[in-house]
Protein backbone atom coordinates (compact mmCIF):
# COMPACT_ATOMS: atom_id res chain seq x y z
CA UNK A 1 0.00 0.00 0.00
CA UNK A 2 1.26 3.31 -0.64
CA UNK A 3 0.79 6.77 1.40
CA UNK A 4 1.52 10.12 -0.07
CA UNK A 5 1.43 12.96 1.91
CA UNK A 6 0.33 16.44 1.08
CA UNK A 7 2.76 19.17 1.48
CA UNK A 8 3.54 22.88 0.43
CA UNK A 9 6.74 23.51 -1.32
CA UNK A 10 8.84 26.28 0.36
CA UNK A 11 12.00 26.18 -1.78
CA UNK A 12 12.97 24.71 -5.64
CA UNK A 13 16.59 23.72 -5.77
CA UNK A 14 18.22 22.45 -9.04
CA UNK A 15 16.89 18.72 -8.63
CA UNK A 16 14.80 18.73 -5.33
CA UNK A 17 12.59 21.31 -3.11
CA UNK A 18 11.76 21.74 0.64
CA UNK A 19 8.28 20.84 1.31
CA UNK A 20 6.65 21.87 4.43
CA UNK A 21 4.01 18.80 5.84
CA UNK A 22 2.72 21.52 8.30
CA UNK A 23 6.08 22.46 10.03
CA UNK A 24 8.07 19.91 9.46
CA UNK A 25 10.17 20.18 6.57
CA UNK A 26 12.03 17.90 4.21
CA UNK A 27 13.94 18.00 1.00
CA UNK A 28 12.48 15.52 -1.72
CA UNK A 29 13.22 15.08 -5.03
CA UNK A 30 11.53 16.81 -8.07
CA UNK A 31 12.34 14.80 -11.12
CA UNK A 32 8.70 13.45 -11.35
CA UNK A 33 7.51 17.45 -11.14
CA UNK A 34 10.10 18.93 -12.56
CA UNK A 35 7.59 22.24 -13.50
CA UNK A 36 7.16 22.69 -9.35
CA UNK A 37 7.20 26.28 -7.94
CA UNK A 38 7.43 27.90 -4.41
CA UNK A 39 4.05 27.86 -2.70
CA UNK A 40 2.72 24.84 -5.13
CA UNK A 41 1.05 22.11 -3.08
CA UNK A 42 2.46 18.58 -3.56
CA UNK A 43 2.13 14.80 -2.61
CA UNK A 44 4.97 13.09 -1.41
CA UNK A 45 5.91 9.71 -1.90
CA UNK A 46 9.11 7.67 -0.96
CA UNK A 47 10.73 10.88 -0.37
CA UNK A 48 9.65 11.88 -4.51
CA UNK A 49 7.02 14.54 -5.54
CA UNK A 50 4.75 12.07 -7.71
CA UNK A 51 2.23 15.05 -8.53
CA UNK A 52 0.84 18.59 -7.87
CA UNK A 53 -2.65 19.42 -6.33
CA UNK A 54 -5.25 22.17 -6.15
CA UNK A 55 -4.66 24.06 -2.62
CA UNK A 56 -8.50 23.48 -1.95
CA UNK A 57 -7.61 19.71 -2.10
CA UNK A 58 -4.33 19.61 -0.04
CA UNK A 59 -5.73 22.03 2.85
CA UNK A 60 -8.91 19.32 2.79
CA UNK A 61 -6.59 16.22 3.29
CA UNK A 62 -4.65 18.30 5.33
CA UNK A 63 -7.16 18.99 8.01
CA UNK A 64 -8.42 15.50 7.36
CA UNK A 65 -4.90 14.33 8.38
CA UNK A 66 -4.86 16.41 11.70
CA UNK A 67 -8.04 14.88 12.90
CA UNK A 68 -7.61 11.17 12.41
CA UNK A 69 -4.17 12.22 14.54
CA UNK A 70 -6.37 13.73 17.22
CA UNK A 71 -8.56 10.82 17.28
CA UNK A 72 -5.38 8.19 17.41
CA UNK A 73 -4.04 10.86 20.51
CA UNK A 74 -6.81 10.81 21.93
CA UNK A 75 -7.15 6.87 22.55
Known amino acids: MCLGIPARVVEVRETTA ?3 YGGYLREVDIILQPN ?3 GDYVIVHAGTIIAKI ?8 IK ?12
Open 18 to 20: IVD
Open 36 to 38: IKV
Open 54 to 61: DEKEALET
Open 64 to 75: LWKELLKVSIEK
